[in-house]
């Protein structure tokens, strides 16, 4: 199933949730799939600011930095699966939104700023105002 279409000045990347794994279409060559990235299903893809890396996240536990040629950068494991993940605007900060209803702030590099827990409630969607 189809989830999220993300764009960059280069690269369309498309999520399933089913295969778990990141498609990469680049102007004017075909399709290809860059990697199984995650042992569960991807819950989202961002990239950064400057498109050289994207971030992904899954229901494993994991979030893993990528290059857009689907190199391995690094995995960070959190401590629940990840339904939901955004970047800031000007690119510093990216929040996730846990399976357990926690919401953590990470810096751009993955070091954990903040985490707190919502007391009931599924979280569909996250979003961080353009003054952070």
């Known amino acids: 199933m189809l989830k999220q279409i993300v764009f ?19 102007k004017k060559y075909p399709l290809k799939v860059l990697k199984q990235v995650h042992m569960g299903s991807i819950s989202d893809i961002i990239f950064t600011k400057d498109s050289k890396q994207l971030i992904s996240a899954g229901t494993d536990k994991y979030i893993k930095y990528w290059t857009v040629q689907g190199n391995p950068q ?21 929040a996730t939104g846990h399976t357990d209803r926690a919401i953590t702030l990470w810096s751009i590099s993955g070091k954990k700023i903040i985490s707190f827990k919502q007391k009931k409630g599924y979280m569909y969607d996250l979003a961080i105002s353009p003054d952070n």
């Open 8 to 26: 960059s000045t280069f690269v369309v990347l498309i999520l399933t949730l089913s295969l778990s794994s990141l498609f990469a279409k680049k």
């Open 74 to 94: 690094k995995s960070l494991l959190t401590h629940s699966g990840i339904n939901v993940m955004t970047r800031s605007y000007d690119g510093r900060l990216f």
